[in-house]
């Protein structure tokens, strides 16, 4: 039998340290007022206690979304913790499965950027559908203020430290939420935002192999913008016409909080009221992987979602990496 998939709770967390626009100025040539026009951003989160990483933060949003349904951690089947920042290339979810005591839980990592909260759902959904689990916990969770450069203002002021969870549930096939999805990649243009692995120069004096490390981020801000005003629509517009529904149809657009403007040129573009688009960024800037279970889980405490509401869901970046969802809440 097909099984429909449901999220069933939400969770997040943020580190305490807030950094305001002001502050920013007093690390690169920047002011409040263009990062503000420029972006909507007001302040981040920044993860600075010393030991601290993606997973204590994956952690706290993990718990509270089983606290909140009451739900024995022994029951999650799955974990799939999407990062790009994991404090372990060989993967943080295994780490986020044994603190939250996750003991039944099968965990891995599912590198996208920006779009691995969609990409991660979509693939929990997929488990679901087919019936091998019951109960996924999606994380989406990043530091990237370990992997930025703090002396590039076009990067750094962007970007903040955050983790939001999902438990997705299996139910009867009528009572599914997730209606439909769409992704899509173009590696074409992958350097536009990338952590590169830089060579050293010098090989091995006897294996004659290269070894490195990790660069900063770098974004090619202009056509990072450009790539996500044009394709987004066209990925949200495709998925809803493959399931006969309109933009009229759809209550809520939660796209990846990345600049409020490029949040705003896709409503428009849509024709979408802007009150049915979902944004705190002005609070958190652009936490990648996070900032969509983030948003999620904030309207959710806020009450602001109805059963039976439709909610558009929009990932993109890095990769590049693009991807819709539409659910019934
Ligand atoms: O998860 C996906 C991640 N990435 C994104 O979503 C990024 C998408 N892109 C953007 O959000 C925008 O391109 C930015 C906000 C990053 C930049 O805005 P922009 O309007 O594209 O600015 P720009 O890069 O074209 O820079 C305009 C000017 C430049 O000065 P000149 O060359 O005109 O003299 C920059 O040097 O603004 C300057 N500038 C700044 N000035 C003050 C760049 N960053 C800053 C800054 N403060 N922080």
């Given at each position: ?11 997040s967390?943020t580190?305490?340290v807030?950094?305001?626009n ?7 040539d920047?002011?409040d007022e263009?990062?503000f026009t ?10 600075t206690e010393y030991?601290?990483?993606v997973t204590?933060?994956a952690v706290?949003?993990?718990?509270q979304?089983m ?5 024995d951690?022994?029951n999650i089947?799955?974990?799939i ?6 404090n372990d ?6 780490k986020v499965?044994y603190?939250?005591?996750a003991?039944?839980a ?8 920006c ?5 991660s ?14 109960n996924i916990?999606?994380?989406g969770a ?5 992997w930025?450069?703090w002396?590039?203002r ?6 903040g430290?955050?983790a ?9 096939s009528?009572l599914?939420?997730i ?8 590696g074409n243009?992958a350097?536009?935002l990338?952590i590169?692995?830089?060579q050293?120069l010098?090989?091995?004096p006897?294996l004659n ?8 981020i ?5 056509e ?7 394709q987004?629509p066209l990925?949200?517009?495709s998925c809803?016409?493959q399931?006969n529904?309109s933009i ?8 990846h ?8 040129a896709?409503a ?5 009221s802007s ?6 960024l002005?609070?958190?800037?652009n ?10 889980n904030?309207v959710v405490?806020?009450?602001k979602i109805s059963?039976?509401?439709i909610?558009?869901i929009?990932g ?6 693009w ?6 809440w």
């Open positions: 039998m097909v099984q429909g998939a449901k999220i069933i709770s939400t969770g967390a580190p305490s807030k950094v305001s002001e502050q920013m100025s007093s690390i690169v920047t002011s263009w990062i420029r972006t909507g951003i007001k302040e981040r989160r920044l993860l030991g601290q990483s204590d933060l706290q949003a993990s718990l979304a606290e909140s349904i009451s739900m951690p022994s089947d799955l974990i913790l999407a990062t790009s920042s994991p290339l060989f993967g943080s979810a295994s499965q603190k939250i005591g003991v039944n099968c965990a891995f990592d599912l590198t996208a950027a779009s691995g909260f969609v990409i759902v979509v693939t929990a959904s997929q488990f679901i559908f087919n019936g091998t689990y019951k916990l999606v994380v990043d530091v990237l203020s370990k930025v450069d002396s590039d076009g990067t750094c002021i962007l970007f430290d955050a939001g969870a999902v438990i997705i549930q299996s139910c009867s009528n599914n939420s209606l439909n999805f769409h992704l899509s990649t173009d243009y350097d536009y990338s590169a692995y830089k050293q010098d090989p091995h006897i192999l290269y070894q490195g490390s990790f660069q900063h770098s974004m090619n801000g202009k990072v913008y450009k790539f996500a005003v044009s987004v990925s949200i517009i809803l016409d399931i529904m009229e149809d759809v209550d809520w657009l939660l796209m909080q990345a600049n409020e403007r490029i949040l705003m896709v428009e573009k849509l024709s979408i009150n049915k688009i979902i944004s705190n002005s609070k958190y800037g936490t990648s992987a996070a900032s969509i279970p983030l948003a999620l904030e405490q806020k009450n059963t039976d509401d909610i558009v929009a993109f970046g890095a990769g590049l990496t991807g819709t969802i539409v659910l019934r």
